[in-house]
């Protein structure tokens, strides 16, 4: 990965983090692909998310969410899969897919859109 996309990466678990959601795993990765980061959303009730970070120089060529196509959500819920069949446990969460947009700036990277459930499996 890029550096860029490392960096929106970092962007974007600071971001959970301060809405204090528990970060579980950074960049899963299994025979099937990868996951950007595994967290898990404390309130109401437990939602363990699984996130894909975007991050683009700018939105001139649309929003970095377009790029998570059906082809890479399918790969997504594979490797969710897989996750959860791992890391089974007594209490299986509800789960979700969000995307977070990273925009590079003129003052730095920062969030442009995060997309709560942008995708089912």
Same mark, same amino acid.
């Given at each position: 990965?890029?550096?860029?996309?490392?960096?929106?990466?970092?962007?974007?678990?600071?971001?959970?983090?301060?809405?204090?959601?528990?970060?579980?795993?950074?960049?899963?990765?299994?025979?099937?692909?990868?996951?950007?980061?595994?967290?898990? *959303?404390?309130?109401?009730?437990? @939602?363990? %998310?699984?996130?894909?970070?975007?991050?683009? /120089?700018? &939105?001139? =060529?649309?929003?970095?969410?377009?790029?998570?196509?059906?082809?890479?959500?399918?790969?997504?819920?594979?490797?969710?899969?897989?996750?959860?069949?791992?890391?089974?446990?007594?209490?299986?969460? *509800?789960?979700?897919?969000?995307? @977070?947009? %990273?925009?590079?700036?003129?003052?730095?990277? /920062?969030? &442009?859109? =995060?997309?709560?459930?942008?995708?089912?499996?």
């Amino acid at each position: 990965m890029n550096s860029l996309g490392r960096l929106g990466e970092d962007v974007a678990r600071k971001y959970l983090e301060m809405r204090g959601w528990h970060i579980l795993e950074i960049n899963y990765k299994c025979h099937l692909g990868e996951i950007d980061l595994i967290v898990l *959303q404390p309130a109401p009730q437990p @939602i363990l %998310v699984f996130v894909e970070v975007k991050t683009r /120089r700018s &939105s001139y =060529h649309g929003h970095p969410a377009a790029s998570v196509d059906l082809r890479k959500q399918k790969r997504l819920f594979q490797v969710a899969n897989s996750y959860m069949e791992y890391y089974q446990s007594a209490t299986e969460p *509800q789960c979700r897919f969000d995307v @977070i947009e %990273v925009i590079c700036t003129k003052d730095g990277l /920062r969030i &442009s859109n =995060h997309l709560e459930g942008a995708f089912t499996g």
